[in-house]
């Protein structure tokens, strides 16, 4: 049950760090624009806070998706255990 998840979530390593890297931008953008707004019109700090949650969901699906790959090559490599083995 949680294997096909992970091999299908880790499928395509360079589209989750694109996602990853697109969604950590943002982050930064939303980041500067609410400092932006600290210091200038409080409209900047409205707009940098509604960029920062799909931000941070892109940047969650794209790590998750790293993630998900590292682990298939780990469960890759792992010999399965025997029913025997205690």
Do not use: C, T
């Not at 694109?18 to 707004?37: D, P, Q, R």
């Amino acid at each position: 049950m949680l294997k096909p998840l992970i091999y299908r979530l880790g499928a395509n390593p360079k589209r989750s760090l694109k996602v990853f890297l697109i969604g950590l931008l943002l982050f930064a953008v939303g980041a500067g624009a609410i400092v932006y707004g600290y210091f200038h019109e409080a409209y900047w700090q409205l707009l940098g806070l509604i960029l920062l949650v799909p931000a941070i969901g892109l940047a969650a699906i794209g790590y998750l998706g790293i993630f998900a790959n590292r682990f298939a090559q780990v469960m890759k490599r792992v010999p399965p255990r025997r029913a025997n083995d205690a």
